[in-house]
C-alpha cells in the first residue's frame, strides 16, 4: 500500500512562513503528479500548487509569488514553501499524489491533511 504523511503546518502571524513536506512510502514504482489542495471551512477544497514528474508547476492565482512548489524524486517528497502568509490562507491542507504501485495500477492518493492557521 501507499502512505502520504504530510508534516509542516502550525500556527504563524501574517506575513510570516511556512514549509509543508509531504513523503510517500509504500509499494511506489513511479510518481507522475504531487501536489497540495487546501480546504478552509465551510469551502470546498482547492488547489493550491502543483507538480509533475517533469518539473512543470502551476499554482492557484491566489498564491502565485508567495508560494513555491517542489519535489525530491529520490524521496519521493513534495514540499510547499509558503511566504507572506495572509489570514485567509488558513485551511487544512492535503498533499495529494498520483502513483504507479505496478504495471498495471495507477491510483491517486492523499494525505491525512496537516492545520495551517495564519493570524491577523
Known amino acids: 500500500q501507499v502512505q502520504l504523511v504530510e508534516s509542516g503546518g502550525g500556527l504563524v502571524q501574517a506575513g510570516g512562513s511556512l514549509r509543508l513536506s509531504c513523503a510517500a512510502s509504500?509499494?511506489?514504482?513511479?510518481?507522475?503528479?504531487m501536489g497540495w489542495y487546501r480546504q478552509a471551512p465551510g469551502k470546498q477544497r482547492e488547489l493550491v500548487a502543483h507538480?509533475?514528474?517533469?518539473?512543470?508547476?502551476n499554482y492557484a492565482d491566489s498564491v502565485k509569488g508567495r508560494f513555491t512548489i517542489s519535489r525530491d524524486n529520490a524521496k519521493n517528497t513534495v514540499y510547499l514553501q509558503m511566504n507572506s502568509l495572509k489570514p485567509e490562507d488558513t485551511a487544512v491542507y492535503y498533499c495529494?499524489?498520483?502513483?504507479?504501485?505496478?504495471?498495471?495500477?495507477?491510483?491517486?492518493?492523499w494525505g491525512q491533511g496537516t492545520q495551517v492557521t495564519v493570524s491577523s
Open positions: 509504500g509499494s511506489i514504482v513511479s510518481i507522475n503528479a
Open positions: 507538480i509533475i514528474s517533469g518539473g512543470s508547476t
Open positions: 495529494a499524489a498520483t502513483i504507479r504501485s505496478s504495471w498495471y495500477s495507477q491510483n491517486d492518493y
